[in-house]
């Protein structure tokens, strides 16, 4: 009977941008898993129904971010999919989107150097939910003032880093002129107890008044070097070459005159 089919152990939510992956052990073996999803206020939506994997997207069915979920794995054979006794499941933790789910990193659009001011330009993680218009939301669609933004920033190859927030898509900050800035961009939700800090985005670095030596590295300058001497050399050698062959063609030539003359 149902009794005897092993239940789900070990459920776990693995959710970033609203993105959310339902895992669990172990796998089946003579039986299937379905997933159902139970919100406080929605209906109960069944998904991955009699899968033999032991993970299960569930985004779709957590469109209401800011709702608490549980999921019910249940155990079940083919054949009794039909029968009106409940089959044996498992239980997960309860889990809100809106304040567990990660943020991914922001991603740096644009970027510049001028003078003693730096402007950097980002823009939000997407979602997997989608406008009418088949656009993709952000987290910002989401989150509205509840989401800022911190811009890390420091000179090139020192240790001392500068922090400012915005909740702007956008920083202007005073930097030392013809100095070289690295920086990053971090997502932060303050109202969170925990999971507050989005990934970190890349780091870049401006290179205003950086020297050809700073950007390409010595190997390249080696190259060049070694292109040149052999460039001089040619230079020089090839038309000592050619006159040294001139004047033994003229040599050659003026013996068999000589020669020509003596007959």
């Not at 939000?124 to 920033?153: M, W």
């Not at 060049?224 to 090839?238: D, F, G, N, Q, R």
Request: net charge neutral; aromatic share 10%.
């Amino acid at each position: 009977g149902n009794d005897v089919l092993p239940t789900a152990v070990n459920i776990t939510w693995s959710s970033i941008n609203f993105k959310t992956i339902l895992q669990w052990q172990p796998k089946p073996s003579g039986y299937f898993y379905t997933v159902e999803i139970h919100g406080q206020t929605s209906d109960v939506k069944r998904k991955c129904i009699l899968t033999s994997e032991t993970e299960c997207d569930v985004t779709d069915a957590l469109r209401n971010v800011k709702e608490t979920y549980t999921a019910h794995i249940l155990s079940v054979r083919p054949a009794e999919m039909d029968n009106f006794e409940e089959p044996p499941f498992a239980v997960s933790e309860k889990f809100t989107p809106y304040s567990q789910t990660a943020i991914g990193k922001p991603e740096v659009k644009d970027y510049s150097q001028k003078g003693s001011k730096l402007n950097v330009v980002f823009k939000d993680p997407l979602t997997p939910y989608i406008f009418p218009n088949g656009s993709f939301q952000s987290i910002q669609d989401f989150f509205q003032h509840d989401l800022e933004y911190k811009l890390y920033y420091w000179k090139d190859q020192s240790s001392g880093k500068k922090d400012v927030t915005t909740k702007s898509h956008n920083f202007e900050v005073s930097v030392d002129s013809g100095k070289n800035y690295c920086f990053y961009v971090q997502g932060i939700i303050p109202s969170r107890r925990e999971n507050r800090n989005s990934q970190e985005s890349t780091v870049h670095c401006t290179s205003v008044g950086r020297s050809i030596l700073d950007e390409y590295g010595t190997e390249v300058f080696i190259i060049l070097a070694v292109i040149a001497v052999a460039v001089i050399t040619l230079a020089i050698v090839l038309p000592v070459v050619l006159c040294k062959r001139k004047k033994a063609r003229e040599a050659r030539a003026a013996r068999e005159k000589e020669l020509l003359n003596g007959v």
